[in-house]
């Protein structure tokens, strides 16, 4: 076996994993890219800052099947409202593509209170072009937040309409912990090339990271 050969050898363990000694930086400064089937790919993020909406208006295109989005603590500056998403179309231009939804809900007290598992039909829509509640009543003290993601499905395609499934969890405002689960799908045949997450009433503070899926 010759030398060099010997090496790559002995840099992988009996099971075939790379061993953290031999991986430095300067071993890896001409590698650009490491992915596989499944792996996800962190496309860009954003900051909110006293914010409204935060938008992505490029990077969703045919090079991922599937988009994943992370909001982490998700802060508004009012009281008591709704943090939502709606998609687009045409780039951005507009935000009211039709979509039918469905949405349950568990929650459970600080104090003991709840404990519930239930459906909520305020919170879906039926082929409606409104904006797309994840939660609602969602607390804006300092401590108090909101963190979850969505995952959209091949959103290029001009074949099937587009499908959806978040999960989230959040602070309510009277002191309670809700997780919630919503998915839907939008009723179009056209490509979704933009996405918005607003908040009901003034702004949040947080961060939203969008990657897409090999």
Not at 66 to 85: A, C, H, K, L
Not at 177 to 197: H, K, L, Q, V
Request: glycine share 10%.
């Amino acid at each position: 076996m010759g030398s060099a050969t010997r090496k790559i050898a002995n840099a992988f363990s009996t099971s075939g994993i790379i061993q953290s000694a031999n991986i430095n930086n300067a071993s890896l400064d001409n590698i650009t890219t490491i992915a596989g089937a499944g792996d996800m790919v962190l496309i860009s993020s954003q900051t909110a800052s006293a914010s409204a909406s935060i938008s992505f208006t490029s990077g969703i295109d045919s090079t991922y099947k599937e988009y994943q989005f992370y909001f982490v603590n998700i802060n508004p500056s009012t009281d008591e409202v709704y943090f939502t998403f709606q998609t687009s179309t045409n780039g951005g231009s507009s935000y009211d593509v039709s979509l039918t939804s469905t949405y349950f809900h568990t929650y459970h007290g600080e104090g003991g209170a709840g404990g519930v598992l239930e459906y909520d039909s305020t919170m879906d829509q039926a082929n409606g072009t409104g904006e797309q509640r994840l939660l609602y009543a969602l607390g804006n003290g300092s401590d108090e937040s909101a963190s979850g993601n969505l995952i959209l499905f091949n959103p290029s395609s001009t074949t099937f309409v587009k499908h959806y499934v978040s999960n989230c969890n959040w602070y309510h405002y009277q002191d309670y912990n809700f997780n919630a689960r919503t998915a839907g799908y939008f009723n179009t045949t056209s490509a979704i090339n933009a996405i918005r997450f607003s908040i009901s009433s003034g702004n949040f503070d947080g961060k939203i990271l969008m990657f897409g899926v090999n």
